[in-house]
């Protein structure tokens, strides 16, 4: 059976000029293959599938003409409300970019909370830096929707800087500060300076073109297994965290799915309102059932760690945040630095670097733009390691990476429009700077959050298992990669966690303490296991053979690994104001 292939864009569709002088009319003009790709390319889907059919007939003495049809591949997702470039209206935007917002400030409450309570820091501290993070993530992310991959992704705080950033937190040389906010002080200086070093190596992979290089032998088999573990990766946040409080998480996780998945085919309207904002009808209401829970006093007489997850009123971060505070940076003094810190620190933003390029893909497929071509890549990864330096200089303990959680939500919405994720940025600023609104959203019960997670991860998951359409699975080389790094991808960080949580060290154990942190780091990490496995064997195993290029998908995407050879990429990925004369993408 022959392969079905995509319909190439309509020539008559107009382009964009991009000698045009209008910086501002090029953000907000909708890209026209957004708006007209689906119109134009469903003659051409039902001709193939007519011509398929009347082939089966004719083979098989008149059999139904839809048995045993393929579905086409399609290097632009079909079904998409709007895409990258184009955009839904003012309000409805407004809306979904809250949405976003609230969904990223999950990430960022749980992330602060553990690192700051470990710097020795109190709730003023931890709403200071959720604030700080809150305030550089808004920065980061407007440049890589500006100026980076131009996809609609948030950037926000990541767990793969947790692991140094505690080692640093609970170092020795901090056993003769006995005021905490002095020794809450001194760590975050370190972490500062670890974090301005690992943003040279994040920007050098990045602008210097190294990411590049990497990106130009990817191909669906090896990008299958990366984007699938970037989400299914973070499952220890999703329904662990969920029940740590199970009468508010469970139903906020079965809101979600009726709202999202099932009400819309129950109330027919023309409008999407209950799929597309399921997120904030989901924790209003289970955010009035938990405040109705505490106010009736259900937790009163239970365990301190209950009462955290369950009642509404212990964050602490209301009664600790300010009314009005603009972070700066060197907030928290000059930063210090330290060789082995720096070193750590650099292995987690590796896996930053990776695990952003992971939700890279899924976003791109979400917003329904064509496959990312690698020099868009390694420019997100250039301003990834801008975003990684803005960390230092402000202070916020962690790293950033892309946030999977944000590219699952433009699966659930439909909506991967570049200009929500911009409107989420500016929501990021505002309550940053309004510490005491922000606190309150931030108050958030975290099983509410985790619940959101179950979904969202998923999503991500998805896309990476809808990138097996370009493969061929009839391929025992195919199946042998898939399972080896997908098994292998969840193997071997479940042993490095374990390890680390019996024995207290992880199970490479040597004098050198950075050594440790960035064994530890690197393999505690399921999509960077993965990816190392199946780029290698997808490189190396029978790389030779003819078959290799068609079966592992990589001449569907080798049309979109020079940027200028589809005309699509220029739509989609390039930059605002006609910037691409002075920064070419090649």
């Known amino acids: 059976m022959e392969t079905v292939k995509s319909s190439p864009p309509n020539p008559s569709v107009p382009t964009y000029n991009a000698a045009s002088p209008s910086f501002f009319s090029f953000l907000f003009t909708p890209s026209p293959y957004c708006r007209t790709y689906h119109i134009h390319n469903q003659p051409c889907f039902e001709k193939q599938v007519e011509i398929t059919e009347k082939t089966t007939m004719a083979a098989g003495g008149g059999g139904k003409s839809d048995d045993f049809q393929p579905f086409p591949v399609k290097d632009q997702l079909p079904g998409v409300d709007f895409c990258v470039s184009s955009s839904p209206s003012w309000p409805e935007a407004i809306l979904l970019g809250f949405q976003h917002y609230l969904v990223m400030i999950g990430t960022t409450v749980i992330i602060s909370s553990i690192l700051v309570s470990l710097m020795g820091g109190g709730n003023v501290e931890k709403a200071e830096v959720i ?347 195919n199946k042998f990669i898939l399972g080896f790094s997908l098994f292998l991808g969840l193997s071997i960080p479940q042993y490095f966690n374990e390890h680390l949580l019996i024995s207290g060290h992880g199970p490479v154990h040597t004098r050198a303490t950075w050594f440790n942190i960035v064994m530890q780091v690197i393999f505690s990490s399921p999509a960077t296991v993965a990816i190392i496995v199946a780029y290698f064997l997808d490189c190396t195993h029978s790389y030779g053979h003819s078959s290799i290029r068609r079966d592992s998908g990589r001449h569907w995407w080798e049309k979109f690994r020079n940027f200028s050879t589809d005309t699509r990429s220029e739509e989609f990925y390039s930059l605002p104001g006609n910037l691409n004369r002075f920064f070419p993408s090649f």
């Not at 890589?144 to 505690?166: D, K, N």
């Not at 210097?208 to 989400?231: D, E, Y």
């Not at 659930?412 to 922000?438: C, D, H, P, Y």
Request: proline share 5%.
């Open 131 to 477: 604030n700080s993070v809150l305030f550089v993530a808004g920065i980061n992310t407007l440049l890589q929707t500006l100026f980076g991959t131009r996809l609609p992704v948030v950037i926000g705080a990541s767990y793969a800087f947790v692991i140094p950033t505690v080692s640093i937190a609970l170092s020795r040389r901090y056993t003769y500060i006995i005021d905490p906010h002095e020794r809450f002080k001194h760590s975050m200086r370190d972490v500062q300076g670890a974090l301005i070093v690992a943003s040279f190596f994040t920007m050098i992979m990045g602008f210097f073109g190294f990411w590049r290089i990497f990106a130009r032998f990817f191909s669906p088999i090896s990008a299958v297994p990366l984007v699938v573990l970037t989400g299914l990766g973070l499952y220890a946040q999703g329904f662990p965290q969920l029940a740590r409080c199970i009468e508010i998480g469970l139903p906020a996780l079965v809101a979600v799915v009726f709202l999202s998945q099932y009400v819309t085919h129950l109330i027919k309207s023309k409008h999407a309102v209950f799929d597309r904002y399921a997120i904030l009808f989901a924790i209003a209401i289970i955010w009035v059932y938990a405040e109705i829970l505490t106010a009736a006093g259900a937790y009163d007489h239970r365990s301190p760690k209950t009462q955290f997850s369950c009642r509404t009123d212990r964050s602490g971060l209301i009664s600790g945040a300010p009314w009005i505070r603009v972070p700066y940076p060197f907030q928290w003094g000059r930063p210090s630095f330290n060789a082995g810190d720096a070193v750590a620190v650099i292995a987690a933003s590796f896996v930053a670097i990776i695990e952003s390029t992971g939700t890279f893909i899924a976003a791109s497929r979400y917003a329904s733009a064509t496959p990312t071509p690698p020099s868009v890549l390694t420019r997100g990864i250039g301003w990834l390691g801008v975003g990684i330096l803005l960390d230092g200089l402000f202070g916020t303990g962690s790293g950033s990476t892309a946030s999977v959680e944000n590219a699952g939500l433009l699966g659930l919405t439909r909506v991967g429009s570049r200009r929500v994720i911009q409107i989420a940025a500016l929501f990021m600023l505002f309550f940053s700077v309004l510490g005491k609104f922000g606190a309150v959203l931030a108050s958030i019960p975290l099983p509410i959050m985790a619940a959101l997670y179950c979904v969202l991860f998923a999503y991500v998951a998805s896309a990476g298992l809808g990138l097996l359409q370009f493969c061929n699975l009839n391929s025992f080389r």
